[in-house]
Structures are given as C-alpha cells and as structure tokens.
C-alpha cells in the first residue's frame, strides 16, 4: 500500500509540474521580446540556453540519480526550478533572466529521468509500460491546462511574468508530494560499477535503441513542433494550428485508455516499430497536400496531428520499458538519462532540419526526409536484438539475462 500511494504521489506530482510547464514554455518568447523588451535574437538565444543546459545536464543526473536514487534526485530537480522560476518572474536584465531559465531547464532535465527511474524501481516490470503511458498522459494533460490557463494572461501584458511565480508554486507542490513519498518507499540504490557510462554503452542494443530513439524523437517532436507552422504560414491559413494542437491533444487524451489496455498485448518493440510507421505515414499524407492535390493543408496537418498523438502513445511507454529491460539495476538511471538525451537532441534536431529545407524552398524534401529518418529508425529496431546481452556486458558482470518487455 505504501508503494501504491508513493505511485499515486508522484503522478499527482507530474500532473502539476507539467501543469507549472505548461504555463509557462509556450510563452517564452512572449515574456522576453514583449515583456521584458529583448529583441527576438536575444530571446530565442536564452531560450536555446534553456535547451543546452538541459542537455548538459542529463549525464549528470544519471550519474547523480544512480548513487543517491530517484526521489532524492527527483526532489532536487524541483527544488532547481522553483529556485530558478522566480528569478524568471521578477528580473529584468538579460543576464539574471538567462540564468534563472537555465536554472529551471536544469532543474527539469534531473527530475524528468529522475521520475522515470523510480517508477521503474516500484513498480513491477510488467506494468512499466503501463505506468509510462498514464504518465505521459497524465504530463500532456497538465500541459494542455496550464497552456490554456497561461494564454489568459496574454490580454494583459503586465501578468505574464505572473505565470512563472505560478509555475514556481506548482512545482513547490510537486516537490512536496515527491518528499511526502518517504525514505522507505523507495529501495537503496545498489552501486553501480566503475566507469557507468561506459559500462551501460557497452550494451550494442542500447546503442541501438538510443539511436532509433533520436531518430524517432527528430521526426515526431523536433519536425512535428516546428514544421505545422511553416505549412500553415505558407498555405495562408494560420488558423489550422488550433486544429493541430487540438488534435494532437485529443488523440493522446482519448487513446490513452486503449494503450494502456493493449500495452500487455505486444512487445514493447512492436510499439516502437508501430511508432515508426505512424509517423512516417503522417507526413506521407502530406506530401498530395505539398504538390497541390489531395487534403487541404488543414485537414492534412490534422490527420498528421491525430497519427503523431497515436505514435506518443506507443513511444512512451515502450520506450522506456525496453531501457528497463536493457539497464543493470545500478546503471538505470545513467540509461535513463541516455534515453531522455537522445529524445531531447532530436527535438533539437528537427527544427533545424525544418529551417535547413525551408531555407531552401523545398517543402517535399523535408517530407522525405522525415520519412527516411522513421525508416532509418525501422532498421535499428529491427536490428535490436532478443533478450540475450552482449557477450563483453556479460563477462563485466553488469546484468544477468532479463525477459522481454511487455
């Protein structure tokens, strides 16, 4: 029962960080040019500063979380952003504002794997895949209100740094409930070997995974944040974002029920390859769109946004199962932080990609390359390979042979 309620905590914890992120992220820019008076150079500088401190940070929070365990890093990730949000909420310079983002970034990059690792400790592995699923659905929710409750505040300029304080309470409150958990609900951490990172890349399958994860993370988050815009822009229909958004919200609020219930019903790298191919197959639909047949750019954009919901559905219970099922227990959190790192270079990785081809004038090009980089992806799964380890892993004493996720 103590472990149930530690679970039930730290999900109610999640939904009120993610409520807190979703109050704020989506209006960065907004605070920075608007607000606080930066020009958009400057403000899309700081906000890059957001996403190098963060990936900076995830190698050091799996070392971290492997020797002192998932709550207590959990914790002092929070405890990071709700330092560093109402620095945010209250300075005017470039400087402090800069820190203060890089700060809660930070913050967010210990605490996301931190999470992760010890719902993989509680729980039993088979229920891992359902328990990532209703987290990330339960994440999107969050951002979803937080999102809608922060555009409410773009009527009045003067409030907006207000939501940053906000987000700094919400997260306080998720700090509470991570604490609340207690010592003894959480198992001690067992010392990892010497050398972790090296030790845990060892493992060709982790390598693996870990590549067809960025792939997969450039295609579905990195082109899918920053490639509906330029389309929409360019169709002179601004308004289909609404439709977008709205959509990709839907599919994974409402699909949510029918993953967790089919989540025993395959391998977790079955979903991963499900992943792929829905992906793949929403910019596909768009390419009629691109050379002037088929959907209209509004409805090709939504049906991209209700196939991309139903590929993070599947991507994020599966994906960090199998990291479970690949990860020494003293080495999961170094795995964890692995994964989160190559999900979060392909989210950088994707609007790039989308300026390059824009730049360019070639819409089909960008199309095509997300198609590829999902059937690239494709070959590394499928390459993955059974529930056996590497031979060198093995001699090093790092796991014994574990089933197949679930």
């Keep these: 029962m103590a472990v149930l309620r530690t679970v039930r905590l730290l999900l109610a914890a999640e939904l009120t960080t993610a409520l807190g992120i979703g109050l704020t992220e989506p209006y960065v820019i907004v605070l920075l040019h608007d607000v606080r008076g930066l020009s958009l150079t400057a403000a899309t500088g700081v906000l890059a500063l957001a996403a190098v401190a963060g990936l900076l940070g995830s190698p050091f929070a799996g070392a971290l979380i492997d020797r002192y365990g998932g709550r207590r890093m ?71 209100t937080g999102a809608a409750l922060g555009g409410l505040a773009l009527a009045h300029r003067p409030l907006i740094p207000l939501l940053w304080a906000a987000a700094a309470l919400t997260c306080l409150a998720a700090l509470g409930m991570t604490v609340s958990g207690g010592p003894r609900a959480t198992p001690r951490p067992a010392p990892a070997p010497p050398g972790g990172y090296r030790h845990a890349l060892a493992d060709r399958r982790l ?45 994974v609020v409402a699909g949510a029920p029918l993953a967790t219930r089919l989540a025993g019903r395959f391998s977790a790298r079955a979903a991963l390859l499900g992943t792929a191919t829905l992906w793949a197959l929403a910019w596909a639909v768009c390419i009629p769109t691109v050379l002037g047949a088929g959907l209209s750019t509004r409805a090709a954009l939504t049906c991209a946004a209700i196939l991309t919901g139903a590929g993070e559905l599947l991507i994020a219970g599966a994906l960090p ?25 392909g989210m ?59």
């Design 207 to 251: 390598v693996r995974l870990l590549g067809a994860a960025a792939l997969l993370s450039t295609v579905g988050f990195g082109i899918f944040s920053a490639a509906p815009p330029v389309f929409a822009i360019a169709a002179h229909d601004p308004a289909a974002l609404s439709w977008v958004s709205v959509a990709n919200c839907v599919a």
């Design 321 to 345: 199962a199998l990291v479970d099922a690949i990860a020494p227990a003293p080495l999961r959190g170094r795995c964890h932080a692995l994964s989160s790192l190559a999900q979060t270079a």
């Design 74 to 144: 959990m914790a002092a990730g929070l405890a990071l952003a709700v330092a560093g949000l109402p620095v945010v909420a209250a300075a005017t310079g470039v400087v402090p504002v800069a820190a203060g983002i890089a700060v809660t970034a930070l913050g967010f990059a210990v605490s996301i794997p931190a999470l992760v690792t010890l719902l993989a400790t509680l729980t039993p592995a088979h229920d891992h895949r359902r328990i990532y699923t209703l987290q990330y659905t339960v994440y999107n929710i969050g951002m979803a």
């Design 348 to 406: 950088a990785a994707g609007p790039l990609l989308v300026t390059a081809t824009t730049a360019t004038g070639r819409p089909l090009l960008l199309l095509s390359a997300a198609i590829a980089l999902s059937a690239a992806a494709t070959g590394l799964l499928l390459e993955y390979g059974g529930p056996r380890r590497d031979r060198t892993a093995r001699r090093r004493g790092l796991t014994r042979v574990r089933p197949r996720a679930r």
